[in-house]
């Protein structure tokens, strides 16, 4: 089944919104087998969604489109989705009672422009919006399979895991296996020349490597499981500790299990990541039952009051030094009696620097029950991706002391 | 001038990367008064590649590549490209050294596949990457112009701002005048009623909605500056206080400059966002001048300990509470002495319901001068959204109390 995915408003194509729609439809469709072999982005206007749609009929056997559903004039997907089809919008009473429902659930009137919502092409099928008051719309005319989705991210992922992607299942079967293996710590070309040999071998089975400033994923894509999991394995043993986890995981969900299955507790202090360690850990929906407190010692003077760092020692090594590190991460397990406590210090930069201490210079603090250590890192000079990768490196030291 | 994005990559049409390369380089050309008329993503493909770069090249005046640049050998832009060009790729002695300098201030050794990324097409330009190791690439032919850029986003960026806009910025002039105006706190369908009459008149200014979660934002495009100003000034009456700024500045930008003005200062008690609102405040370079520190007080126990939160209040009114809300607030700004103390605490799910106090529950604390108070707040039902809603509002909260 070949697949095209459309993605509408001007916002797309002036950037004022990344797309992220495209991507996770992407995703969803290949776990299916279903190739895209084509993505369109068009603005709000009904001529260039029309021609979209149209093309994008005539070539896939299924398309889906996400944006311009919304209640504002600007929104035409409606009006350009009867056009191609030669339809009428018709009202739906049910579907108004719904919207309806949303907005009474939230306490707020429902303004009458929303009414709109409840019309929706002669022939197609409401797809139920949990989150939002525009229901996707599906279409079967020919063969082909027409799917219009709302643009807000999280509306259209909740319609496309409740209703698209069971439509769909039954109708294709699995034609490819895929894996994910996700990796931290070492960059993209160290892995490409340790698994170059693979790589070059006609195994069966394709191998992609996706990098971001948080690690590098591995994508394996094969026709045959057998041979798929023969190179799985393989890069497994090569990628040694550098390997963390499959799939959507996140190094965050990894260090929760190991912290749960060891009946362990963490805190944290943090100064150049800000709070953003805490805030990964507490993505974790259950991550109280590992989480005790953390601390954000920004000043020097909230690491002497609360951690216990002497200000000798502030003054002699600086804020940002292995033995900070070590004095914040014994500090913070000491006040909240946690196994583990974890901390940051680094010069995020744009400023900070000194002669001795570059910008991307960050120290991660660890005390577990016997003793104490702290990991120097040299990133780069990205504030924001010096933060992130400071807490990732944080996570994955983590990871790695509770691997052992 | 017409132009045109390629994105190049399996791992976009796949899903498995969010193109977010594209809405920059859209935002960026838009700017410029370039029109973006079509987005085309291909997937590593040496066939499809070269042709989606032909079909560019014959439609618009700039075509604009990203990705496909790494040394791998997956990799085929740069293949893709002389193959449509019709030239020879040529090593340069110079690039390879930028590139091994590169490597050199990393203190890694250079792997021996990097040497790939010194090879450019006959008669292009290189365009420096200071982040990476592969340039950017300007071929010039016949009116047109061809750039093949990096898909590492902060590689693209950088030299797209430092080489490829100087570029631009001299063949074009700029067409339209554009403002971007963001709101918080309101809904797109409010806004939509408050300005209906702006939207429905002849005003020659097109407005467009951009929502999020956090906040719709307010696209106004026109020819006309004057026109431009005039409706720009209607709007921010119409929205009073819910307008908080221009352009690319975020909420915490805003607070922390209130805060810089009015030399005050901030600490932060967070429960549910986890770590969240210190990670905004400390999104900002020189955040230290005015956010003094934070607590992540996820167990009762770390409220009473660090906040002097008493037990029986958490127990007779729940952790989920306004009291608690202000004693968190009041708790910060005592042991922080800073003028301000700023608190969270709300159930983000999907778990930790009860009957009396829904998912999506908040309390924001704020604790001034002379007095202390929480708002309360009932969001959705997801948890990521529950706690980037949550902190959203905390920061809108301070910036309305310093607007007063």
Redesign the interface.
């Known amino acids: 089944m070949k697949a095209e995915i459309i993605t509408i408003g001007?916002?797309?194509?002036?950037?004022?919104?990344?797309?992220?729609n495209?991507?996770?439809?992407?995703?969803?469709?290949?776990q299916l087998g279903i190739e895209?072999?084509?993505?369109?982005?068009v603005g709000?206007d009904i001529k260039n969604i029309s021609e979209a749609i149209h093309n994008a009929l005539n070539r896939a056997d299924l398309v889906i489109t996400t944006g311009g559903l919304?209640?504002?004039?600007?929104d035409l997907t409606k009006k350009a989705v009867v056009k191609v089809f030669k339809r009428n919008l018709i009202f739906h009473e049910e579907i108004l009672k719904k919207i309806e429902g949303n907005f009474r659930k939230?306490?707020?009137p429902m303004?009458?422009?929303?009414q709109n919502q409840a019309l929706i092409p002669q022939g197609s099928k409401a797809l139920d919006n949990q989150?939002g008051t525009a229901p996707g719309i599906l279409i079967e005319e020919r063969r082909k399979l027409f799917f219009a989705l709302p643009g807000?991210p999280?509306e259209m992922r909740t319609i496309t895991e409740s209703g698209v992607l069971n439509i769909l299942q039954k109708k294709t079967k699995t034609l490819f296996f895929q894996k994910?293996l996700k990796t931290t710590g070492i960059?993209?070309?160290?892995i490409?020349?340790k698994i170059e040999n693979l790589?070059k071998a006609k195994t069966g089975v394709k191998i992609?490597?996706?990098?971001?400033?948080l690690g590098v994923?591995i994508?394996l894509t094969s026709e045959s499981e057998k041979r798929l999991i023969e190179v799985e394995q393989k890069i497994k043993k090569i990628l040694e500790n550098n390997f963390y986890g499959e799939g959507d995981i996140t190094l965050e969900e990894v260090v929760g299990k190991l912290l749960l299955e060891k009946k362990k507790t963490i805190s944290?202090a943090?100064s150049?990541?800000?709070?953003?360690?805490?805030?990964r850990?507490?993505?974790i929906?259950?991550?109280?039952q590992w989480?005790?407190?953390?601390?954000?010692?920004?000043?020097n003077?909230?690491k002497t009051?609360?951690l216990g760092v002497p200000e000798e020692f502030l003054e002699k090594h600086g804020a940002v030094s292995e033995q900070v590190a070590i004095l914040m991460a014994e500090g913070v397990k000491r006040?909240?009696r946690t196994d583990y406590g974890l901390s940051s210090t680094g010069i995020?930069?744009?400023?900070g620097e000194t002669p001795e201490k570059p910008v991307g210079l960050a120290y991660i603090g660890f005390a577990h029950e016997n003793d104490s250590f702290a990991e120097k890192h040299?990133f780069?000079?990205?504030?924001?991706?010096n933060?992130e990768r400071t807490a990732q490196a944080a996570l994955n030291l983590v990871r790695l002391f509770l691997e052992k």
Chains 1, 2 share one sequence.
Not at 22 to 30: H, I
Not at 70 to 74: C, E, H, S
Not at 111 to 114: L, R, S
Not at 208 to 213: E, M, Q, R, T
């Open positions: 001007d916002e797309i194509l002036s950037g004022q919104t990344t797309d992220t495209s991507a996770y439809l992407g995703e969803k469709l290949s895209i072999t084509f993505k369109t982005s709000d919304g209640p504002t004039n600007d939230r306490g707020i303004p009458k422009i929303n989150w807000v999280l994910r960059p993209e070309s160290y490409y020349e790589l992609a490597f996706l990098p971001s400033f994923d994508k944290v943090e150049c990541t800000g709070g953003l360690i805490g805030k850990f507490t993505n929906s259950g991550s109280s989480f005790e407190r953390g601390v954000i010692t920004y000043s003077q909230s009051e609360l006040i909240s995020a930069g744009p400023t040299i780069g000079e990205d504030r924001n991706t933060r």
